[in-house]
């Protein structure tokens, strides 16, 4: 007892590796209530003769390892989490103005300019494919039209199709295409009485977008605009 009350009053500067050993001989489920300090020692390798090797010492270390790495992927999934959540509320917000829009005009101005502000991307457009009918919703401000086959041509059967390090089209983005490095395209079926569009979100950065992400969320937006854009223009699913 007389010596645990000597330790406690030394100073950190003043401990010798004897008061440490001493210490531990006293409180040898130390380790144990404090697992996350073995990462942090040197075992000893131990020498039992020419061609002898010392598997404790190889199977510690490879624990060491093992420890290390499951704590690397464990700050990825926390980085990864917190990203994913950030993107789910961009897109909430998203979806809050697209209901807020008093009329058709402001929801295409929603689409063409302020989601891009909103998903913190470089710009973000709305192309549908020509049909040869005269649709005033075709023609309206910020929605760009394309040839008929480009929105099978970008996607072919597939819903969205996400780019990294790529080149953004000028068919679709317009003067803002130098810009995109990674994009985010998105089909768009209105009605079945409308030819197909395709939503379209453009970053500068090459990896904003890629082949590994969920597509869950853009999804979701485009369905929404969908309907938005269908309720506007009366028109039947």
């Known amino acids: 007892m007389a010596r645990e009350t000597g330790h406690s009053q030394r100073t950190m500067d003043a401990l010798t590796a004897e008061d440490v050993a001493a210490y531990l001989r006293e409180h040898p489920d130390f380790l144990t209530q404090h697992a996350d300090l073995v990462q942090h020692l040197t075992p000893p390798a131990m020498a039992h003769g020419k061609g002898v090797v010392d598997f404790q010492y190889f199977m ?8 290390g790495r499951l704590k690397e992927q464990q700050r990825e999934l926390i980085t990864t989490t917190r990203a994913n959540i950030n993107n789910q509320n961009r897109i909430h917000a998203a979806v ?10 402001q929801l295409i101005q929603t689409i063409t300019t302020d989601l891009a502000v909103l998903l ?5 457009g709305l ?10 919703h075709v023609h309206t ?5 394309v040839e008929a086959g480009t929105v099978d041509g970008w996607l072919g059967k ?7 390090d790529t080149r953004g089209d000028p068919a679709i983005f317009g003067a803002a295409a130098g810009l995109v490095r990674s994009q985010a395209l998105i089909r768009i079926q209105v009605s079945e009485d409308t030819p197909p569009g395709l939503l379209a979100f453009g970053s500068r950065d090459p990896d904003m977008f890629h082949s590994g992400q ?5 999804c979701f937006l485009g369905r ?5 854009i269908r309720a506007w223009l009366d028109l039947p699913e």
Not at 214 to 218: A, D, F, I, K, R
Not at 224 to 228: A, K, L, M, P, Q
Request: overall charge negative; glycine content about 8%; charged content about 35%.
């Open 60 to 67: 510690v270390e490879r624990l060491r390892g093992e420890v």
């Open 96 to 105: 809050l103005f697209l209901l807020d829009a008093r009329s058709f005009e």
């Open 120 to 124: 913190d991307l470089d710009v973000a």
């Open 127 to 136: 192309a549908v494919e020509a049909n040869g009918d005269d649709r005033p």
């Open 141 to 145: 401000s910020g929605v760009r039209v």
């Open 158 to 164: 597939r819903d969205v199709m996400l780019y990294s």
């Open 214 to 218: 969920g597509t869950e969320l853009v």
């Open 224 to 228: 929404v605009i969908e309907r938005s």
